[in-house]
């Protein structure tokens, strides 16, 4: 039995109909995130779970119970929101007291628990400080620290790393898987950011208008895009997309190569996009067999360079070990190579796959 089920959520403010349907399960202990873009849903989404939603159709049950009726206070949850959210006037002590002093907990109670979650989080040196004092990180760990200090059944995390620079984001990150290991928590994480989410996620629920159009691992939506919504979604650098056509069954004609491509489950005569990565495209090794090719741009990322090219006038963009790229410049014909296993192609009417080798 999944620790948290959410059936059919319903919501809408007005003509704008945020949640559609949407439907999902969290096993528990297990970290799920929620990836979509901006007004997709997902900040409403935790808000219903939370009940600070009032549903117009659906069911939220957690842990073998029906919570939909429960009030916010009686069901365990605690959510951290986008701004930190801090008692400015208060220290950072008190702020991690708040919610145990709320529930009517001891002043032993409340020292022991904010000293033991202050030293998990390493903010034991800002207990006395105002928030205003910390730096970003201090404070989204009070924050974090702040939210799981009662001990809740689910947390719940509203892109809690937008207002956060690179390199603190990449610091939280890993904090976070951290604390999910260590404290064996449910953890709900939304977020518009692949990267959050793929690396985050013990599993990941796509959603879009309001509804989840699929979920799975991270190696999943990579390997095996469910439509082309998905595909673009996931993966960095975004994925290569080119307009095809299907001469013949199992076979398709690229726009930038010479010869068809075969592929199963193609009709002849169909519409299709075909996807390809641009980690699968590679350098030819043979370079009077590959396909010609011009470098527009070259982009260096440290161990890894993304190349823009062109290739009888279709853009797309390759990646290449740095050591390799380092070889080429803007400018450069170089030869190029896929294997037709990598390929991902969509039907061009409903935009679902078809096929991946």
């Known amino acids: 039995m999944s620790h948290l089920r959410v059936d059919n959520l319903r919501r809408s403010f007005g003509r704008v109909i945020a949640l559609d349907g949407i439907t999902f399960e969290v096993a528990d202990g297990e970290f799920f995130c929620l990836l979509g873009p901006s007004s997709s849903g997902k900040t409403t989404t935790l808000r219903a779970i939370a009940g600070l939603e009032k549903l117009e159709h659906g069911r939220v049950h957690f842990a073998g119970k029906d919570v939909t009726e429960h009030p916010v206070q009686g069901r365990g949850f605690s959510m951290i929101f986008q701004t930190f959210a801090l008692y400015p006037h208060l220290s950072v002590e008190a702020n991690l007291a708040h919610p145990l002093r709320r529930t009517g907990s001891s002043g032993e109670e409340c020292s022991r628990r904010v000293g033991e979650v202050a030293e998990l989080l390493r903010v034991t040196h800002t207990l006395k400080r105002k928030p205003s004092t910390l730096s970003g990180g201090e404070q989204q760990r009070v924050a974090i620290g702040r939210a799981i200090v009662g001990r809740p059944k689910l947390l719940m995390l509203d892109e809690p790393l937008t207002n956060l620079d690179a390199k603190l984001r990449d610091e939280m990150r890993t904090e976070f898987k951290r604390l999910h290991r260590e404290l064996g928590m449910t953890m709900l994480y939304a977020t518009p950011d692949q990267l959050e989410a793929l690396t985050m996620g013990d599993r990941v629920g796509v959603i879009k208008d309001g509804k989840i159009v699929t979920t799975g691992t991270s190696r999943d939506l990579y390997r095996a895009p469910k439509d082309l919504y998905v595909a673009r979604m996931?993966?960095?650098?975004?994925?290569?997309?080119?307009?095809?056509?299907?001469?013949?069954?199992?076979?398709?004609?690229?726009?930038?190569?010479?010869?068809?491509?075969?592929?199963?489950?193609?009709?002849?005569?169909?519409?299709?996009?075909?996807?390809l990565r641009p980690h699968d495209i590679d350098l030819a090794e043979d370079a009077t067999a590959g396909i010609p090719a011009q470098i527009h741009l070259t982009e260096p990322l440290g161990d890894v360079t993304i190349l823009d090219i062109r290739s009888r006038q279709t853009d797309m963009k390759m990646v290449l070990p740095e050591e390799i790229a380092a070889r080429y410049g803007v400018g450069d014909q170089i030869k190029i190579s896929f294997n037709p296993e990598n390929l991902h192609v969509f039907d061009s009417s409903t935009g679902l796959r078809t096929v991946m080798g």
Do not use: R, W
């Open 234 to 275: 996931v993966g960095s650098p975004p994925i290569n997309f080119f307009d095809a056509t299907a001469p013949k069954d199992g076979q398709i004609s690229l726009p930038f190569a010479e010869h068809v491509v075969k592929v199963p489950h193609v009709s002849g005569g169909q519409s299709v996009v075909v996807g």
